[in-house]
DNA sequence: AAACTAATTGTACGATCGTTCGTACAACTT
DNA sequence: AAGTTGTACGAACGATCGTACAATTAGTTT
């Protein structure tokens, strides 16, 4: 597996680079992109400021790496374990489940790494603004398909809107008001909507 | 009415202050609290720096001004209209319309100002994050108890839970994706929402 | 008209921002 | 062993940040 490369250095460089993005993605979804500085990162880091800069060339491609970084994380700890799962209820199941963990757990300090920098960037123009968009499109789109996977769901849609609508709820009242029932709050909001979609699926159930 | 003071040079004062606060409120619901500079603001103003920053005396303080300056916006525009009704769903209702219509008519041009400053603050510490945690907990209280004001709702936390959430989502796309079915689709969920949530409402107003 | 007060301005400061440059050194190639 | 490549570094740059303070302007009071 993997490339056949041995390059030492490279190797080496690859893991600073790692390194960095990891805690860019951290202190982004506490501060913001834009609160993402590259002296601070090397302060943490204990590396040159210049050495930070090299790997990138840019703040913006920084920001850009930050959530491609991110992105992969999310896919891997929300995605990846539902795809294990065929399409269909419990699918998107495993799917919602996962995320409110993702978020519960804080594997990113600052909550769900997305919503933090969606609010950012949502009014802002650029390339970074349009990767976000970009991927939250791709999440929402991948939540419509599994909702429309299962067909008693009259409308994947509307049903897809009101279940995110609910992790996000759910993560901005737990990170803004240290809530721990904002979770178990939304994990009913989703049974409730699961089971109003589709009597057909409620009865599967029991 | 209002005070008896007729000092022209505080009225002018405070005419600046109003005008200062006003941009720096548009700003912050596009590039954030801490996007906001008091140089740019300065510039954009067409006034000095160092006029803008005595008015305030420090960034912190800029900051609280123009989260309570926003809060006042928020509060004209979209909790003075629904106390026009007495308590009951049509209050509740009259609540839920204006808020879509203050995000979806850019009262500020970035949406939400309070969407895009919690998401912005919620994992930080100090007096900001604790103001707009202050306002974000009065709003969500308010919602929650008109929501109980309704006699059929069995769960006033939950439904209010959701129904802000429908809220808050319709903004979060419409800005992002600039997606103008975000609202009818949140019009929609709050609607089957507050259906459900009592087969009588539904059936007074039939 | 003179004295006073409040809002506003101009100038300057230290710190930090993103960025550029030349250099040092380890690792790979020949 | 000599030459090349890639990562990391330190120093410096112009710009902008928040902040401080004295000078100025405009309006009020005596």
Redesign the interface.
Known sequence: MGGVKVDGRVERGEQTRRLILRRAAEIA????L??LSIGRLATELEVSKSGVFAHFGSKEELQLATVRAAAAIFVAQVVEPALVLPPGLARLERLLDGWLAYSENRTF???CFF??V???F???HGRVRDA??GY??QWSDYVRETVAAIPEVADP??LA??L???L??AN??S???DDPH?YS??R??VR?GLA?AGAAVSATRR
């Open positions: 979804s506490v501060e913001g834009e609160g300090p600052g909550g919503y933090a969606q609010a950012e949502d009014a802002r976000i968009a939250g499109r849609d509307q809107f009101e995110i609508a609910f996000e709820m901005a009242q990170v803004l008001h904002a709050r939304a009913v909001a409730n109003q």
